[in-house]
């Protein structure tokens, strides 16, 4: 069956670090893959997406991830962290012809002044 | 609103009550997904709704699960003899279309259930 894995429940980083939050995946065929942010309060937000062509995609609020098939990973980056990048943050894949997400159980991301 | 509107925000239910919980999807949208999200456990599917296409049930944790889309808008999610391990947020979200195809679901702030 298909699955996602993010193996850090909770990361904390300094303000103007830089971030990468890692995601596996389990698929068949060439997948489908996203980033969610889900900040304090508010309902999840799309931060980029990966369909096909260019394995590195950019994304809102300075975000990017590099599809890497050999590894099958989808980790998402960012090279300075600012306090409101704080939220949790969930990997998702697409389900065959489904249509339907499969997420991540989510990585927790604690910024420090 | 334009966004996914979900209600009620919060229920408290007890043991062994029947809920209803309500989605309404952004208009035009006609995929629609119920996910829920337990503390730790991150966004579990349960189900989902594609235009007059039969839903993918798959993943109603029990048979005490239901969902049903009227008009293929609105949807409630009802959950009967309710537990204690129900108790989660019950997320909604609405697309375009099939999320291979757009990848962008758009989520509504949820609805907290307490069962106790």
């Known amino acids: 069956a298909q699955s996602v894995t993010q193996p850090d429940i909770h990361i904390t980083v300094s303000e103007g670090a830089s971030l990468e939050l890692r995601c596996n995946y389990s698929y068949g065929a060439t997948p489908y893959l996203f980033w969610y942010v889900q900040s304090p309060g508010q309902g999840l937000q799309l931060l980029l997406k990966?369909?096909?062509?260019?394995?590195l995609v950019q994304g809102i609020k300075g975000f990017e991830a590099e599809f890497k098939r050999s590894q099958s990973s989808f980790n998402l980056r960012k090279p300075s962290v600012h306090w409101s990048d704080a939220a949790e943050y969930f990997c998702?894949?697409?389900?065959?012809?489904?249509?339907?997400?499969?997420f991540g159980k989510g990585t927790k991301l604690s910024v420090k002044p | 609103g334009a966004g996914v509107s979900q209600s009620p925000s919060n229920k408290v239910t007890e043991k062994g009550k029947d809920v209803e919980l309500r989605c309404d999807p952004i208009?035009?949208?006609?995929?629609l997904y119920w996910y829920r999200q337990s503390l730790g456990q991150g966004l579990e599917f349960l189900i989902y709704?594609?235009?007059?296409?039969?839903?993918?049930k798959s993943g109603l944790p029990s048979d005490r699960f239901s969902a049903e889309r009227t008009g293929g808008s609105v949807s409630t999610l009802t959950i009967q003899r309710t537990q204690q391990e129900d108790s989660a947020v019950y997320l909604c979200?609405?697309?375009?279309?099939?999320?291979?195809?757009?990848?962008?679901?758009?989520f509504g702030e949820g609805s907290r259930l307490t069962v106790l």
């Open positions: 709704f594609q235009g007059n296409s039969a839903p993918d």
């Open positions: 979200a609405s697309s375009l279309r099939r999320a291979a195809n757009t990848g962008e679901l758009f």
């Open positions: 990966y369909f096909s062509g260019d394995t």
């Open positions: 208009s035009g949208h006609t995929a």
């Open positions: 998702a894949v697409t389900q065959g012809s489904q249509g339907n997400l499969i």
